[in-house]
């Protein structure tokens, strides 16, 4: 018998039941370890948030790096909707009946409850913990908290927090690499990427070409930032071309738009009023449409910044335009004004350099008259 | 704590079966000290268990006796 092997007192004798009680404080220690594990990636996340609020987006990114839509859709449908203690014994009750389960019978898994038939013990117990860990933070009303920092925005619903959930879920996957490593050694044939909730980069093992690899992460992490509710990760068609896969646009009346490069020079204070010379005020509500700016002669131009930001006309004078002062809003709230007889020319010339009052420059890309 | 020697110390209990002392050999370094005092504890406690010391001596002679046959 080898020195370390493990023995048992006989049943109903004072040694077996100390023994016994050594085994509950095992687990009871287990439990805290775990737990304490789960708590640190919950404390880096809120902590990098709180710390530097310039920089969450980094540490975030990684986060959701450890995400994967497939995996977060199985647990998530398999924790979802039920109480804390419900899903704990269920998962419990069915890994229990699982045990006699093939070790390879992971590598057919599909989603949902399936997904979880394959997971070796020690998957089981990580699972197990990590239901914990989201059920004390639901209690605590962390998940709210953890939410907004992600970046969603107003009320968080179900919807959201099933997001955060499974967000977590991914990272604590990656945060229990050392157990995931346990497992590889108990049972090899375990395809990990299958059974857990795994990060983006196990995915990412599957595309060799680097420039694909690259474009697939930023349309992953884009598209995890931009998501307001359940998140789909984008197929690699969609990352590869995204032009194909993006939304049609609203097509634009080209004939009333000119286009100008964004403006240049030192941020003036917003005005929000038509301003003439003489004083008269024209406030933007009597202008009509902010971004279409009309000349006496009924010449109409919609002005852009290039790269898509729109400069809001503050202010135009459409009837002493000789004298009047047209104010831009840029879309960061920058101001630049600029003098009708300035803009008059530079429509009708199609002058493309214009100066503002201040003494900036910016410049026209393309001026179109109806 | 000196993790070295308590990971001597996991491997070598006889409360955990092999699974169970590959799992705190693992966690060890993500455990705090208190965390490693409890486990130290633990695992001592059960090594000093009347019934564990008379198992480990009655295994040694059984050892030795296996050893001087076989001889």
């Known amino acids: 018998m080898p020195e ?13 039941l100390d023994a016994r009680n050594r085994q509950q404080e095992l687990l009871k220690l287990k439990e805290q370890v775990e737990l304490g594990q789960f708590d640190t990636m ?3 996340l809120m902590g990098t948030a709180v710390e530097k609020k310039d920089v969450p987006t980094a540490k975030i990114d990684a986060f959701v790096s450890s995400l994967d839509s497939e995996q977060q859709a199985a647990l998530g449908k398999f924790l979802e909707g039920k109480p804390a203690d419900e899903r704990t014994a269920i998962l419990r ?23 979880l038939s394959g997971l070796s013990e020690p998957a089981q117990k990580v699972v197990a913990v990590l239901d914990k860990g989201i059920a004390r933070l639901t209690a605590g009303g962390k998940l709210n908290e953890i939410a907004a920092k992600i970046g969603f925005k107003g009320e968080i619903g179900p919807q959201q927090l099933e997001f955060v959930k499974n967000f977590l879920l991914g990272y604590a996957a990656k945060l229990f690499e050392g157990v995931t490593g346990s497992i590889r050694k108990v049972n090899p044939t375990v395809d990990i990427s299958k059974v857990l909730n795994l990060p983006l980069e196990l995915r990412l093992m599957n595309i060799k070409d680097p420039v694909q690899k690259a474009k697939y992460k930023a349309a992953y992490l884009k598209r995890a930032k931009e998501s307001t509710g359940v998140f789909v990760a984008p197929t690699l068609d969609e990352a590869l071309n995204p032009q194909a896969a993006a939304p049609a646009q609203p097509a634009s009346k080209p004939t009333e738009t000119a286009t100008a490069a964004p403006a240049t020079g030192e941020r003036v204070e917003a005005k929000r ?18 971004k279409t700016i009309v000349s006496a002669a009924g010449n109409k131009a919609e002005v852009k910044v290039s790269g898509g930001e729109t400069l809001d006309v503050l202010a135009l004078d459409a009837k002493d335009k000789e004298k009047a002062v047209v104010t831009f809003k840029l879309a960061d709230n920058r101001s630049i004004a600029v003098d009708a007889e300035t803009l008059r020319n530079a429509v009708q010339k199609k002058e493309k350099s214009l100066t503002t009052l201040e003494g900036n420059k910016f410049e026209l890309l393309e001026i179109k008259n109806v | 704590m000196d993790l070295q020697t308590l990971s001597s110390k996991v491997r070598l209990s006889r409360l955990l079966s092999e699974s169970e002392r590959d799992y705190w050999v693992t966690n060890l370094a993500t455990m705090s000290d208190e965390q490693l005092l409890k486990l130290e504890a633990i695992l001592q406690e059960a090594q000093e268990l009347a019934w564990n010391t008379s198992m480990q001596t009655y295994i040694s002679i059984a050892n030795k006796a296996t050893a001087a046959l076989a001889a």
């Open chain 1, 4 to 16: 370390n092997s493990p023995i048992e007192a006989p049943r109903g004798t004072p040694e077996s």
């Open chain 1, 42 to 44: 919950v404390d880096s």
């Open chain 1, 93 to 115: 009750t069915k890994l229990q009946s699982l045990k006699s389960t093939s070790p390879s019978a992971s590598e057919t898994v599909g989603s949902g409850v399936e997904a």
């Open chain 1, 273 to 290: 009023a038509i301003k003439l010379t003489d004083g008269t005020i024209f406030d933007i509500e009597r202008g009509g449409d902010k």
